[in-house]
């Protein structure tokens, strides 16, 4: 299965979003399809053994519109290339609607002083004449309107409808009984009304609405700085060494494994390891950081970050789509095009709305033609266009997926990279969150602190552990040996390796001329291999209460020593543990230390909720029972051990220091790992979704209030009437008050 965004062109409205929806879903091979009416773009899930994007093009070309592939690129020439050309695109559609926004305006100022002369009676008379003022329409109608005729097309084609529909039936009704009266004013005087022309109301309309959707282009323009900031991030060349001499190529020559100089003030080209050299970092364009980061031999370092100081030579890890950097733009662009759940409701609305408001302003007219009052033609035309002009649901359109697009793109350019819509809107309901002990509170990088030997050398204690704990993946494994390597000690051959998920590891080893079986792990190894530690655990129990893991070794089941590491807490843990208690969640550690570790370790936190002594395999397993109490809950991780439980909890929460397989897991990822950045992302979630409730509620509320209005239901008792021109005018307020309200979440 793939997934891939596409960028859609010709949309107007939530209806025509609905209408490719249905298209491509429709298609075999297609698993899910989401557009984004604010985005302009289709998020699909597809199997690309059955369907290809040409297959969705042809599909979306016949419902109407155009679909373009959108392939976010590392290669800065590829992907400013996709930039120009969307900006291009852009202008030239803004460019466009300028010029027939302009040649509407022109027009309607005669054809509005025209159709009025007892208000304007200094009018020349020849701009009274109904033909005159046919003349001037026409080509606002339909060289100005063009684009809303698309509506019609989709409604005899596809027997479908959007907002084009409704523009183009209210205003070429107008239109063609305006043109019917001055063709045939003596047919109308016959049937004993008076001839009138409503070309103001035609032309006035569509040079409205498309001022308003020129607006609305400016500012969506605005929307989509965060993935336009994060494509020119990339540098553009990269100085390769090869037998000791460089050579300057493009960034898209750039293959795993070339070695690549960085000299100071250059951009590191694509994700690498540092081979020499040692320099500062600013990572702060990717990460958010704002401080440099040091990095030396065996340091990892990330496409588009700045080198600030010194000479850095790497070898290339990742380049082109796998860079960190082209990921944190999929991630985005994904979480742009995706749908929050709030959007459902949008969208369910959306569906049924246009074609309930045909029906609306058919019965508007059949009411007020049968009913209304002399001339009732009039009243009845009158009135079926300013219900379906007041109608058009743009507003609802825009409505959630603005504020999603701003509010996923701020979210990355402070460092938080949002998966999806869904994690977004979530992020505010949860009520427990569960924090992974080590690397998440932790620095995640343990000191060895204490080293006690029992009847041997600690220099041998240390030896023979670091001896065993070298093929040891385990987190508490490398201070051990990076100590042994610091005192230069001589590191022993190991047979029979074994590790044991959780408790630690044995293996054979050559003692004082002797093989012997060495087990190094915590006491729930030592009870399982029948080693006692009673004798010990007064030290034991000593190390653990200064918040210290303890790590036991034991040779032919006695125990030889104790070696105790030590993780630091990160500086910001207890501040963010406090601001998560204070706004009412309930905060809990998880660790595979035993109790008394994790109670010392909590206590400096201020956390009073443990989960201690928990296997790697039990994580998702105590996400599920806090689950069961009814809670939303959040898991903060960065190992490949919490991947489960960050995929069970409804929001995973993955430290961006962590790895591959706990960032894919998770729905949100903090890219610095700094825990201030969970309360941060919980207000911007509250934000945005105040920002959508906001939007959702002006744009139903215009919608269901004014429709009644435009019916002409205030008629009978306070003689109100809509005239059509105000409820166009209504409606591009109503779609740009949502616009302006959604760009409110990229202040602070």
């Known amino acids: 299965m793939t997934k891939e965004v596409f960028k859609i062109q010709g949309m107007t409205c939530a209806s025509c979003a609905r209408t490719i929806e249905k298209a491509v879903s429709s298609l075999a091979g297609v698993i899910s399809a989401q557009v984004n009416f604010g985005a302009e773009t289709l998020l699909v899930e597809f199997d690309e053994v059955k369907i290809s994007p040409k297959d969705m093009a042809k599909a979306t070309k016949d419902a109407g519109y155009q679909l373009l592939t959108l392939e976010l690129l590392s290669e800065t020439s590829e992907a400013e290339d996709v930039l120009s050309q969307e900006k291009k695109e852009r202008e030239k559609e803004l460019s466009g609607l ?26 020349p008379k020849i701009l009274t004449s109904f033909f005159f003022l046919f003349v001037l329409t026409t080509p606002v109608q339909f060289w100005v309107g063009s684009r809303f005729y698309r509506g ?109 100089l960085v000299k100071p003030g ?12 040692r320099s500062s970092v600013d990572e702060s364009l990717v990460t958010g950081e704002s401080m440099p980061v040091t990095k030396e031999s065996g340091s990892k370092v990330i496409g588009s970050t700045i080198n600030l100081s010194g000479r850095l030579q790497f070898k290339a890890t990742k380049v082109g789509k796998e860079t960190l950097l082209s990921q944190i733009i999929k991630m985005v662009e994904q979480a742009q095009a995706s749908k929050a759940p709030i959007q459902r409701l949008a969208d369910s609305v959306s569906s049924y709305f246009v074609p309930i408001v045909i029906i609306i302003a058919f019965l508007t007219f059949a009411v007020w033609f049968f009913f209304g009052p002399v001339p009732s033609f009039i009243f009845a035309l009158v009135n079926f266009v300013a219900v379906l002009i007041i109608a058009c649901p743009c507003a609802l359109g825009l409505a959630t997926p603005l504020a999603i697009m701003i509010g996923t793109g701020n979210a990355a350019q402070r460092g938080i990279l949002v998966k999806d819509a869904e994690a977004l809107e979530i992020a505010h309901k949860i009520k427990a969150i569960i924090l992974d002990k080590t690397g ?55 047979k029979d390796f074994e590790a044991v998920a959780g408790k630690g590891v044995k293996g054979k080893l050559v003692v004082a001329g002797e093989e012997v079986l060495g087990v190094i792990g915590n006491r729930a190894l030592m009870k399982e291999a029948n080693i006692s530690s009673a004798n010990f655990e007064e030290d034991i129990i000593k190390l653990e209460s200064e918040g210290k893991t303890v790590v036991v070794l034991a040779l032919d089941n006695k125990i ?42 909590a206590k400096q936190v201020g956390i009073e909720n443990i989960m201690a002594q928990v296997l790697p395999q039990e994580k998702a397993a105590k996400v599920k029972e806090l689950q069961k109490t009814g809670k939303l809950v959040a898991m903060a991780g960065d190992g490949i051990n919490d991947a489960p439980a960050l995929a069970q909890a409804e929001l995973g929460i993955a430290m961006g220091e962590g790895t ?13 790992g700094d825990l201030m950045l969970i309360p941060e992302m919980i207000s911007l979630s509250r934000r945005t979704l105040t920002i959508i409730k906001q939007n959702l509620f002006w744009a139903f509320f215009y919608n269901s209030a004014f429709i009644p209005v435009a019916a002409g ?28 309200n959604s760009l409110r979440l990229k202040r602070g």
């Open 560 to 601: 030889k020593g104790l070696l105790a590491v030590a993780d630091t807490l990160k500086e910001e843990s207890k501040q963010a543990v406090e601001w998560l208690k204070k706004e009412g969640l309930e905060v809990w550690m998880i660790t595979g230390d035993n109790e008394r570790v994790a109670r010392a370790i």
């Open 266 to 277: 250059e951009k590191i080209p694509v994700d690498g390891e540092v081979l020499e050299g």
């Open 440 to 494: 998440t509170l932790t620095r995640g990088k343990p000191e060895l602190t204490n080293v006690k030997s029992y009847a041997m050398e600690e220099n041998e204690v240390l030896k023979i552990a670091a001896s065993l704990e070298t093929y040891s993946e385990h987190h508490l494994a490398k201070p051990i040996v990076e100590e042994a390597k610091v005192k230069k000690l001589e590191f022993l051959a190991v």
């Open 660 to 672: 591959d397989v706990a960032i894919e897991s998770a729905e949100i990822t903090l890219m610095r």
């Open 152 to 260: 019609l097309l989709l409604l005899v084609k596809y027997r479908t409808a959007d907002m084009n529909t409704l523009i183009a039936m209210g205003t070429l009704s107008a239109y063609l009984y305006s043109s019917a009266v001055t063709f045939f004013p003596d047919f109308f005087r016959f049937l004993g009304e008076e001839p009138k022309i409503y070309f103001d109301t035609s032309a006035i309309i569509i040079t409205l609405i498309l001022f308003g959707r020129y607006l609305e282009l400016l500012a969506k323009g605005r929307v989509s700085e965060a993935i336009k900031k994060l494509m020119k991030l990339g540098a553009k060349t990269a100085r390769i060494v090869d037998d000791g001499k460089e050579k300057e190529v493009p960034v898209e020559e750039v293959q795993v494994g070339d070695i690549i």
């Open 98 to 123: 300028k010029k027939k926004v302009i040649a509407g305006a022109v027009l309607s100022i005669p054809i509005f002083l025209g159709s009025f002369p007892e208000w304007f009676p200094f009018v």
């Open 713 to 740: 239901v205030l008629y009978p008792f306070f003689g109100i009437l809509l005239n059509p021109i105000f409820a166009a005018a209504a409606m591009v307020f109503s779609s740009l008050s949502v616009v302006l």
